[in-house]
């Protein structure tokens, strides 16, 4: 599967942003899609991930802050982010895999196709 991530931008401390995942294949239903992200100078992070059957995860640091997501008649993944902080910025990709276990879903190296990133940078 192909991926595409779009809707990042430049928003205020408290703001709003919403990023699409679309990705190309007749399959997506089956794949579990994930959200990570890269601040300058640090280690790609684990965001969100949601899987076929619609179970969500999140980590602690955008629990109940962001929500992920899915249309699969749209092929798309989504993630609302809310009450944005400037700890969020960072480079946001999304990545899917169709064999990602339920206790590996915050690792990046079980995901098999990435799209590409799209910037999210918060102001304070």
């Known amino acids: 599967v192909q991926l595409q991530a779009s809707g990042g931008g430049l928003v205020q401390a408290g703001g709003s942003l919403s990023l699409h995942c679309a990705a190309s294949g007749r399959t997506f239903n089956g794949y579990t899609v994930g959200w990570f992200r890269q601040a300058p100078g640090k280690e790609r992070e684990f965001v969100a991930a949601?899987?076929?059957?619609?179970?969500?995860y999140y980590s602690d640091s955008v629990k109940g802050r962001f929500t992920i997501t899915r249309d699969n008649a749209k092929t798309t993944v989504y993630l609302q982010m809310n009450s944005l902080k400037p700890e969020d910025t960072a480079v946001y990709s999304c990545a899917a895999s169709r064999s990602v276990i339920l206790s590996s879903l915050q690792n990046f190296r079980q995901y098999d196709s990435w799209g590409q990133g799209t910037q999210v940078t918060v102001s304070s």
């Open positions: 949601i899987r076929y059957n619609d179970y969500k």
